[in-house]
């Protein structure tokens, strides 16, 4: 089973940013927390991970609480090309060994709206 | 990213006859590809793990001799789904990635294959 929780869906207006949040109370700590995204009728696509620090790429920014019980995915400028279902995934990581498989949630539904 | 690609986008079979799927890491050597599969929704699934040159790990409840793997070569990966029916009509996505020492990339996915069998 997943082990996190997000809202099953929002809305966001078009040019606004949108953050989507994600408990994951039980997270342990060698486990990184994974947002992937998906557009209908395609593939998942990565977004971003991090461990307990806060991350920013192109796409987007995650924060992490400090507790690391929960985490938020913020979409700077949301455009309708935004519009998926992301995901957010608690994920072992060992380097030098195998990685844990990542378990799909419902993720949340997001519509950019114009 | 890198970049997967499948192969056939999609498909439709009569009920009883093979499908094979095709996933390939076109700019990186894949050390490990994943299956999964995608009902009407609902959420993906990870089906198997293969590493190449090794038979492929299933999860519960997936029949390997239903479902086979085929991971050769470090860019191809194939399944096939043998005698399908009805039921096994899904959407099946494939993801790859690489780890050597310590070092790893991140599962990349290919765009799906629509599989829909009368």
């Known amino acids: 089973d997943a082990k996190t929780t997000q809202p099953p869906s929002m809305d966001c207006a078009e040019g606004r940013a949108a953050n989507l949040p994600c408990n994951h109370s039980?997270?342990?700590?060698?486990?990184?927390v994974y947002w992937y995204r998906q557009i209908h009728s395609q593939g998942p696509q990565y977004i971003i991970h991090?461990?307990?620090n806060n991350e920013t790429n192109e796409m987007a920014s995650l924060i992490i609480t400090e507790d690391r019980k929960s985490s938020t995915l913020i979409l700077p400028h949301a455009t309708l090309r935004d519009t998926a279902v992301y995901y957010c995934?608690?994920?072992?990581?060992?380097?030098?060994?195998?990685?844990?498989?990542?378990?799909f949630g419902k993720g949340t539904k997001l519509s950019v709206k114009p | 990213g890198a970049v997967v690609s499948q192969h056939p986008s999609w498909v439709i079979c009569k009920s009883g006859t093979s499908v094979k799927i095709e996933c390939r890491s076109l700019?990186?050597?894949?050390?490990?590809m994943f299956w999964y599969r995608q009902f009407p929704k609902q959420s993906l699934m990870l089906m198997a793990t293969?590493?190449?040159?090794?038979?492929?790990?299933?999860e519960q409840g997936v029949e390997k001799d239903k479902f086979l793997i085929n991971h050769a070569s470090l860019t191809l990966s194939t399944l096939t789904v043998t005698s399908a029916h009805p039921e096994d009509s899904s959407f099946y996505i494939c993801?790859?990635?690489?780890?050597?020492?310590?070092?790893?990339?991140?599962?990349?996915f290919g765009p799906g294959t629509r599989l829909t069998v009368l």
């Open positions: 991090g461990l307990k």
């Open positions: 039980t997270i342990s700590g060698n486990e990184y």
């Open positions: 293969s590493n190449e040159g090794s038979k492929a790990t299933y």
């Open positions: 993801s790859a990635s690489w780890h050597s020492g310590s070092s790893y990339n991140e599962q990349f």
């Open positions: 700019d990186f050597q894949a050390t490990t």
């Open positions: 995934i608690v994920r072992v990581v060992n380097y030098g060994g195998s990685q844990g498989n990542l378990i």
